[in-house]
């Protein structure tokens, strides 16, 4: 006699998401610019007991000071 089950949804995974993630080179791209035009890019994923996040911000670097005499060079 068949029995009947109840399918289960897939448990998340939270490692192979990041790794499809890093892997996709259209959704690093889009990443990419949005760190160049100095926007924060988020990556969330989650499993059974947690939900993880992980966000990079762009560094803002200091302008290095002209050189004295560097225009004269250029010039």
Known sequence: MP???VPTPPIPDAP???RAWAADDVRQTEALHRLATG???SFVARDEACWYRLTASPLRLPQPA???GA???NA
């Open 71 to 73: 225009a004269l060079i």
């Open 39 to 41: 926007a924060e890019v």
């Open 3 to 5: 029995t009947l089950s």
């Open 16 to 18: 192979a998401e990041l």
């Open 66 to 68: 002209p050189q004295p």
